[in-house]
């Protein structure tokens, strides 16, 4: 696709539950960045993932958070056990320079409620 | 903790008028980035500039980067109604290559008509 594809776009869950938010990132761009945005705040980092180096994680909550990047490509982040406090914006973004060096491509993000 | 601070928190005026938003940073950087987000949209980006250049335009925009101040402003000139929006730095961490990039809090910007 032409842009950063981010599914779903909306998800009500109830607490305790798992989801799954899956970003496509731009094809080709090699590092690949979820952030968190709760309303009317600023970004949130959570997890980069730059090439076939280890992704850097220092930004997820909790041990209930996980993400994964297959193939260099598609990326999912799992939430497990949700709680009400993880209700936000979750947003995907791809970059074809590493590090702040480059453009970051913005998907429109996955929104969450948890009940 | 947020690498990037914006201010004001929020700026309202009046179409025509000059928007100046300003960015301080903690720690040293490689480049420095300002992204705009309309309401429940993702990010779009408006302009990098590195830790080696002072200013940059393009179209209504002028940026600086001051180093020794750890600080950026963003301009936008002859402001539209259409630039309502959000408005955010993000820098990097300059001591590693490949660092990942810090968002500040954002500039919510309202321009009346």
């Known amino acids: 696709g032409a842009g950063v594809s981010q599914s779903p776009s909306n998800k009500v869950t109830e607490k305790g539950k798992d989801v799954e938010l899956r970003c496509d990132p731009i094809?080709?761009?090699?590092?690949l960045y979820w952030y968190r945005q709760s309303l009317g705040q600023g970004l949130e980092f959570l997890i980069y993932?730059?090439?076939?180096?280890?992704?850097?994680k220092s930004g997820l909550p909790s041990d209930r958070f996980s993400a994964e990047r297959t193939g260099g490509s598609v990326s999912t982040l799992t939430i497990q056990r949700t709680q009400q406090e993880d209700s936000a914006v979750y947003l995907c973004?791809?970059?074809?320079?590493?590090?702040?060096?480059?453009?970051?491509?913005f998907g429109e993000g996955s929104r969450l409620t948890v009940l | 903790s947020q690498q990037g601070e914006e201010d004001p928190q929020a700026l309202s005026i009046q179409e025509g008028e000059n928007a100046t938003m300003n960015c301080s940073y903690k720690?040293?950087?490689?480049?420095l980035q300002w992204y705009r987000q309309n309401s429940g949209r993702g990010l779009v980006h408006l302009i990098l500039?590195?830790?080696?250049?002072r200013e940059k335009h393009s179209g209504r925009l002028r940026v600086t980067l001051d180093t020794s101040k750890k600080s950026s402003s963003l301009l936008i000139t002859a402001s539209r109604a259409a630039d309502t929006a959000s408005y955010f730095c993000?820098?990097?961490?300059?001591?590693?290559?490949?660092?990942?990039?810090?968002f500040g809090e954002g500039t919510q910007l309202t321009v009346n008509p």
């Open positions: 094809s080709g761009h090699t590092a």
């Open positions: 993000a820098t990097d961490a300059g001591e590693t290559s490949g660092s990942r990039l810090t």
């Open positions: 973004a791809s970059s074809l320079l590493a590090g702040g060096g480059g453009e970051l491509f």
């Open positions: 500039i590195r830790s080696n250049e």
């Open positions: 993932f730059q090439g076939n180096s280890a992704p850097d």
């Open positions: 720690t040293s950087i490689n480049n």
